[in-house]
């Protein structure tokens, strides 16, 4: 096993650190996007100038039904044109992160990014406001591509789930700061407020483009296209020193065995990489229905239904927001101290918790009409409260981890196809999600926590039966936590699966001995 006591591979330098920190702002954009189109949507002339019907409809909608005042498939549409864009983009970036390296996908990601915020700053009809929504999607999808692979590659293997959190928490900072502006953005008198809401997304974008330009590949990538004796003293410069011999070999050969597979996409389907396919794809299923998205999407939207005003639901969005970094950073610590697994189940357990109280809130108060006649004051902040504490409980368990895990487990042979169909599902759902949210929410009132509180449960069992810890494991061993799980074991066969890449046969070929 490759030095894990002493100063192993597992140091933390400068160099790595500022590299991470500069990756990890491709979530910026991501975040600031959220926080965004659910403020911009609350903001009245940004209504009556793209949606006059939305608002014809909250306007006449002051006394009564209030689960329904948002039902537009037009609105719902343009926020969530972005995430198909995000969808369709992914599976392109995975071919140019394989063949041209993790940062060039970065440097598309801001670039397209940047010419959709500036369309959206400058709308003047709907169609631009979908344009600009789709290249924002195209952007989203190349940078949430190569961000957590790169952290992930460039992490020594010790801080590597804080590193990629990094991911994580600069999506909920990109939502907060969102936040904020919208709030006092929507102050703005003559009502253009809106444009610089949405033109403001160039801001993240330039942060990531700049940065892209500026970091180092990581050395994962350059083997993988050849360029080895650079990759060497890439690998010196990030571990700070000079013996990185052992994990050198462990990247080449790790990076021979993916040059055997002529198709990642078909190689997915063999039966040793069903673990990693079904991780791939249940963990972003799940982490979009937890029903986080709807909550911070529209939590706007939600309080203003709930009865506070247009001014005070933008405010409580950004209480939410500061809720939302501040568990982030509790992950950040926790993640490689407590594990993955500890943390999956407690946010699970928490979430549940308050779905089911927000859930009795609003059905006491809304009733299934939907009109809630006046609210008092305390009954509003208990439900905002419990909002808080829900969306902690995912903010240090599936919002960090949905992104980690996918992004650790994958051997290099497949990491980038799996990569892609992890935001691909993740994209497909939070369009999915989002589109029919408001309808559901007309429909099935207060039902729809219940509706998420079910699958809270069952991704916590899945979970708890399926999912094998992978704290503190050397990206390139991480299959020895699949042998050695109860389930998974039967799909590994010992001859499929060099450990540490090199395959010794022990004499009499009893399989593998660890190196």
């Known amino acids: ?24 702002m491709g979530g910026l954009i991501f975040g600031y996007d959220i926080g965004i189109s659910g403020g911009v949507t609350t903001m009245t002339p940004f209504l009556q100038k793209f949606f006059r019907e939305v608002w014809e409809k909250k306007e006449a909608n002051k006394s009564t039904n209030q689960y329904c005042q948002y039902d537009s498939q037009t609105l719902t549409m343009f926020t969530s044109s972005l995430y198909l864009a995000a969808l369709l983009a992914s599976l392109v970036a995975s071919t140019v992160t394989r063949k041209l390296g993790r940062r060039l996908s970065m440097l598309f990601g801001g670039l397209l990014f940047f010419a959709g915020a500036l369309i959206n700053g400058f709308a003047k009809a709907v169609w631009m406001l979908i344009v600009g929504r789709l290249l924002l999607g195209f952007g989203i999808g190349f940078a949430n591509q190569s961000v957590p692979l790169y952290l992930s590659e460039m992490a020594p293997y010790k801080y590597r789930g804080a590193l990629n959190i990094g991911f994580q928490l600069s999506i909920t900072v990109g939502i907060l700061i969102a936040n904020v502006l919208n709030y006092f953005f929507a102050k703005i008198k003559g009502g253009w407020g809106w444009r610089l809401s949405l033109g403001g997304a160039m801001v993240p974008a330039l942060i990531i483009t700049v940065g892209s330009l500026v970091l180092p590949d990581t050395p994962n990538s350059m083997i993988e296209r050849g360029r080895t004796e650079e990759a060497r003293a890439k690998l010196k410069k990030i571990r700070g020193e000079d013996d990185v011999d052992e994990e050198f070999r462990d990247l080449v050969s790790a990076s021979d065995a993916s040059k055997l597979v002529e198709h990642p996409w078909r190689n997915l389907l063999q039966r040793k990489y069903r673990p990693h396919l079904t991780m791939a794809i249940l963990i972003p299923f799940f982490q979009q229905l937890t029903g986080i998205n709807v909550i911070m999407f529209y939590a706007p939207v939600l309080l203003n239904t709930i009865g506070f005003g247009d001014d005070a639901s933008l405010m409580s969005a950004v209480i939410t927001g500061v809720v939302n970094v501040a568990a982030t950073l509790v992950s950040i610590y926790g993640v490689d101290k407590w594990g993955r697994r500890f943390l999956f189940l407690e946010g699970g357990v928490q979430m549940l918790i308050c779905q089911a109280v927000v859930a009795a809130c609003i059905g006491a108060k809304f009733g299934t009409n939907g009109n809630p006649g006046d609210l008092p004051k305390w009954y509003a902040i208990v439900v905002v409260l419990f909002i808080c504490v829900y969306v902690a409980g995912f903010a240090w368990s599936w919002g960090p981890l949905g992104w980690l ?111």
């Open 1 to 24: 096993m490759p030095a894990a006591g002493g100063i192993g591979p597992g140091n933390l330098t400068p160099f790595v650190t500022i590299t991470c920190i500069v990756a990890a």
């Open 405 to 515: 895990v996918p992004s650790e487990i994958f051997p290099l042979e497949i990491r980038s196809a799996a990569q892609s169909i992890n935001v691909s599902v993740n994209m497909m759902f939070t369009f999915l999600v989002a589109q029919v949210f408001l309808t559901m929410l007309c429909h099935l009132k207060f039902g729809l926590f219940m509706f998420f509180a079910f699958f809270v449960v069952i991704m916590s069992i899945f979970v708890y039966y399926f999912l094998p810890e992978t704290k503190g494991i050397p990206i390139e061993e991480m299959n020895q936590v699949w042998k050695s799980h109860w389930y998974w074991s039967r799909f590994m066969e010992d001859l499929d699966y060099p450990i540490n890449g090199n395959l010794e046969m022990s004499k009499g070929g009893q399989g593998p001995k660890l190196v």
